[in-house]
């Protein structure tokens, strides 16, 4: 390890490299080392230690996504990129199991089960905790139990809550509002038998359970434990919200989960891919909108700056007055829309300056059907022809078009780029059908 401790300037001057047929280190006057060795020494540690992820990552996927989650399990943004890579390899991520979690994110059957440490709210030494009184006396029948069994000031009510919230407790009892009503009770009902352990106390249901040949003592402890209350679930869109809250990303679901497959024929941009783009192209991408912050510039007119996220990551969009003025009933906080647009990088922030918006529930994309026949350079081009036709103003939306070719076997898709999109997609599509490419429109959801 070298220190500059001064520099100083000597204008232009030639600068000269030293090569040896054989491996040699350059040891200069006053101990210093020539400048050229630690370059290729440095490059040749980074190309083997690329070379050794790469294999890794080939080889042993569902490890090697694992320990990487594990990694970066401290950093919201790069866990949720990271489950989004693993999304597009066919890693299914869990959510967390009481039961089955540990700190580290886990292989589990070819799948990665949620680490502990990544939970919000849920500290190491809560986390020590669980896993001690789980492996000393097996795993939890219920919350009941966990309460019984660990040290409440350890595990406190907001760790608690997080793992319910999280979908920790899942697995033995999934509603999750019952078990947050029945919360407090639980904790008070639990430290009262804490106190009666540290006070030398026997509980009569202890006793009952110790001359009882068929339940043992914290079997018959548990009886007593109160019961949550009969009511149901919540919704599935409020147990999203909550688990994100806790989270910082969805893990059992996603809200755009269910046009994934869709997303990907259609191939719009992630936004984790935001800053790789062009910033002169108009670009597509599915989004839900976190939150939207109304403005009103200087001129009185209204205008909108909008936090967005996909399976990838999140960015943050700006939608200007003239475009709000037409896509505002679009731009609601919790919405799943198409948004176009185009990156700007302004003052090294990375945002997407939005220009037009839609609902994915009501979007509408154009399919082709192509028989073998028809897939000949004139044909190609023919179609080519008529889809520019249609393809309307130059930064207004545009309704993706993918082909479907028939073959003997299957259907192959086909995803035309975006310069054969089309603005007017009713009318494109009667004038396909009319040139012999029979067309129709299908919605995302489909």
């Known amino acids: 390890m070298v220190k500059i401790v001064d520099r100083k300037s000597l204008g232009i001057q030639p600068v000269y490299d030293i090569g040896v047929e054989r491996d040699h280190n350059f040891i200069l006057a006053n101990g210093k080392v020539a400048s050229n060795c630690f ?6 540690a980074y190309g083997y230690v690329t070379y050794q992820t790469a294999y890794l990552k080939a080889n042993y ?3 090697y996504m ?3 989650l594990t990694a970066s399990s401290g950093t919201q943004d790069k866990v949720q990129k990271y489950i989004g890579t693993c999304s597009s390899m066919g890693i299914d991520v869990l959510q967390p199991d009481i039961n089955c979690s540990e700190i580290d994110f886990t292989p589990v059957a070819g799948k990665i089960l949620f680490g502990l440490s990544a939970v919000r ?3 190491q030494g809560a986390i020590e905790c669980i896993l001690n009184a789980r492996n000393t006396d097996g795993a939890f029948k219920s919350l009941a139990d966990l309460c019984d069994r660990v040290d409440l000031r350890a595990v406190n009510r907001r760790a608690l809550e997080a793992l319910i919230y999280s979908g920790a407790f899942d697995s033995i009892s999934p509603n999750r509002k019952q078990l947050i009503e029945n919360l407090e009770a639980l904790i008070s009902w639990a430290q009262d038998r804490a106190k009666d352990r540290d006070s030398g106390q026997t509980n009569i249901f202890d006793i009952l359970g110790s001359t009882n040949g068929t339940k043992n003592t914290n079997d018959a402890a548990l009886e007593s434990a109160p019961q949550p209350p009969n009511i149901p679930d919540f919704s599935a869109q409020e147990k999203l919200r909550l688990e994100k809250e806790l989270l910082g990303f969805y893990v059992s679901d996603h809200p755009l989960k269910s046009v994934g497959q869709v997303a990907k024929l259609m191939s719009p941009i992630n936004l984790s891919d935001l800053a790789e783009q062009n910033q002169r192209a108009t670009l597509s991408a599915i989004v839900m909108l976190t939150d939207v912050k109304p403005i009103i510039t200087k001129k009185g007119e209204p205008m909108a700056i909008v936090q967005m996220e996909d399976l990838s990551g999140q960015a943050e969009g700006v939608v ?3 475009s709000y003025k037409q896509i505002e009933q679009f731009i609601k906080a919790d919405a799943r829309i198409i948004v ?12 997407m300056i939005i220009e037009d918006a839609e609902f994915i529930e009501t979007v509408q994309m154009v399919v082709v ?4 026949e028809r897939v000949t350079k004139d044909g190609l081009t023919h179609l080519r022809t008529i889809l520019k036709e249609y393809s309307g103003q130059k930064n207004h939306a545009k309704r993706p078009v993918l082909a479907t070719v028939a073959t003997s076997q299957q259907h192959q898709f086909v995803r035309f780029d975006s310069k054969y999109w089309v603005q007017d997609y009713k009318a494109a599509i009667n004038a396909l059908n009319n040139a012999g490419f029979p067309a129709r429109a299908s919605s995302l959801n489909r």
Not at 369 to 372: G, I, S, T
């Open 39 to 44: 370059n290729k020494s440095h490059s040749t």
């Open 61 to 63: 996927p569902v490890e």
């Open 66 to 68: 694992a320990a990487l």
């Open 121 to 123: 709210n849920l500290g």
């Open 320 to 322: 200007f007055p003239k």
């Open 340 to 351: 176009w647009g185009k990156v700007d990088r302004k003052d090294e922030q990375i945002q």
């Open 369 to 372: 059907e192509l028989p073998p």
